[in-house]
């Protein structure tokens, strides 16, 4: 039974109070909080496990190297990867991106397309200008529609032999749009291309199935949903992953190290050279298990329940548009009021307790497209509630009143 | 002629006597509403300080040896922000410029817009009246 205030009491920094007011956070698509469920289990870590893993010989590195694999294993099921190995620790979405963009550096051929969406996240454009850059391959772009969803028309007529990689998220950050990830990777495997699906702003949703969909690389953060910051992994079809080189060279990467020649380590660990952020990746297991605990499938049905609720409430204000109207979207809402700037908005907002995201959410693009500055950006989880949602409203109300 | 230090001050009192947040966001949204603070002539993209939230334009003149700012932004609380910074500095000898501290406004209850993370172009538009007060400084020398 899915029960909120029950939730609420697992996350200490609900209770907080921001300006003389309770907290009210609705910036969840920039960082989730923190359940004491995983704080415990990064004091745990700290207080009877911190060693080395991997190459001690003593009690410490074994239990803790056993709880790090063990974690890689929540992961890998969590996302039903087929090995474990195919589960690769980075330090978050935008890491697990660079490493995939770098290692197609001496893969692609000049001329090579790659195809990007016009949804993505400044993480999801910029490793790829750069691969352009040092490889000669072509950066063409999905183009979006007013309600905020893919063209998909044209993306099937960008779609040729000489694709080579498509980007997409699985979740637009800026506007909630769910892709039709699905379709995509089907349309770009008939051509040969290769898909990565960047996953940070579904995951704390939706929980993705890398084996139905067939995504040849999947890539999230784990303080999306409810982990740590400076964690995150990079799913990759263990064929793929073994063609490209090493990302970065150290320590735990290698098999044999002379001056003439190193041998590298197999997977997982040809990417993971240098100490880990042990306790980050343990606590990354702690977070999904603690999610699976509620069930995406109660989350997903809150969720919605907050989305419609919010979203019929601020429609109601005079000049307010939203930004980001596809069919299927999650609990984000992305919106402006006519004549007033997000960011005096946001200010006035914080004053009342009210955490909301005002600017262009890392995707400049979206804002070119709808030829606006920024938007104020309002993002549930499943702790948030209907009051919190009232809250803003009357927050609104007051703001637009002292603006207008 | 007042003195930074003296302005200061007096920006200081005038900001005491608001009772909360409310009455000191309402004050600010006046300046931000009623100051013409730049003429389109000078809202050039050279002038532009862009900030992930809002954008800042500065431009700066000497005049009789003092040197005279003009600003604006695209977003109000901003404007007034600057309004105040402008009432501050504009219309000041270079190395006096150079020399003031600009603390002031944490004890006005700002410091949060001057954060870096705020990103709305106000920090750069502090360094930048420096950075115009050390070259006009060079050229009275």
Redesign the interface.
């Known amino acids: 039974m899915f029960d909120v205030n029950k939730i609420r009491s697992d996350f200490p920094i609900l209770s907080r109070k921001v300006n003389g007011q309770p907290l009210v956070y609705f910036d969840n698509a920039a960082t989730s909080q923190t359940p004491v469920q995983v704080i415990d289990v990064i004091t745990d870590y700290y207080t009877r496990l911190n060693s080395n893993i991997h190459r001690g010989v003593h009690k410490l590195s074994q239990e803790a190297t056993e709880a790090y694999e063990a974690a890689r294993k929540t992961i890998q099921n969590h996302f039903n990867a087929a090995h474990a190995h195919e589960i690769i620790f980075t330090a978050g979405t935008t890491e697990s991106i660079n490493l995939i963009a770098t290692g197609y550096t001496n893969i692609l051929q000049p001329g090579d397309e790659l195809l990007i969406s016009a949804l993505e996240h400044h993480s999801n454009i910029v490793p790829w200008q750069m691969l352009c850059e040092r490889t000669g391959a072509i950066l063409k772009v999905i183009p979006m529609t007013q309600l905020g969803t893919l063209d998909s028309n044209a993306f099937e007529t960008l779609l040729n032999e000489k694709t080579r990689l498509i980007f997409v998220n699985h979740v637009s950050n800026a506007l909630g749009t769910v892709n039709p990830i699905e379709e995509i990777i089907q349309k770009g495997h008939a051509v040969g291309a290769e898909v990565l699906i960047d996953g940070a702003q579904a995951c704390p949703h939706i929980k993705p199935d890398v084996q139905a969909l067939d995504a040849d690389y999947y890539v999230t953060s784990a303080h999306k949903l409810c982990g740590p910051t400076g964690v995150g992994m990079l799913y990759g079809k263990s064929s793929l992953l073994n063609q490209l080189p090493p990302y970065q060279g150290g320590g735990e990467m290698i098999a044999t190290v002379t001056f003439e020649k190193t041998t590298y380590a197999d997977l997982p660990h040809k990417f993971e050279a240098g100490t880990p952020n042990i306790a980050g990746g343990i606590a990354f297991g702690a977070a999904l298990d603690y999610m699976n605990s509620i069930g995406f499938e109660a989350i997903a049905t809150y969720e919605a329940t907050l989305l419609d609720y919010a979203t019929e409430a601020l429609l109601k204000i005079p000049g307010l548009k939203i930004y980001g109207e596809a069919p299927e979207k999650t609990a984000v809402i992305s919106f402006n009021v006519e004549g007033i700037h997000p960011y005096d908005i946001g200010s006035i907002l914080d004053q009342m307790g009210i955490a909301v995201r005002t600017g262009h959410h890392c995707a400049q693009p979206i804002m070119d497209f709808y030829q606006i500055p920024g938007t104020i950006r309002a993002s549930f989880s499943f702790y948030n509630t209907k009051e919190e949602i009232d809250r803003l409203v009357v927050g609104l109300q007051k703001a637009i009143a002292m603006l207008q | 002629m007042e003195t930074i230090t003296e302005k200061q001050q007096e920006v200081i009192e005038e900001f005491s006597l608001f009772e909360d947040?409310?009455q000191r966001?309402?004050y600010m949204?006046d300046l931000g509403k009623s100051l013409p603070l730049i003429s389109e002539e000078h809202k050039t993209e050279d002038n532009i300080i862009k900030g992930?939230?809002?954008?800042v334009w500065v431009h700066a003149g000497l005049e009789d040896d003092r040197l005279v700012f003009t600003a604006d932004s695209?977003?109000?609380?901003?404007k007034g922000i600057i309004a105040i910074l402008i009432r501050v500095f504009s219309n000041q000898p270079p190395k006096a410029i150079l020399e003031a501290q600009t603390d002031f406004i944490d004890q006005i209850g700002l410091k949060?817009?001057l954060s870096p993370t705020r990103?709305?172009g106000l920090v750069s538009m502090i360094k930048q009246i420096k950075m115009y007060a050390v070259a006009y400084q060079t050229q009275l020398n």
């Open positions: 947040w409310m966001y309402e949204i992930c939230q809002s954008k695209d977003a109000i609380i901003t949060e817009h990103a709305n």
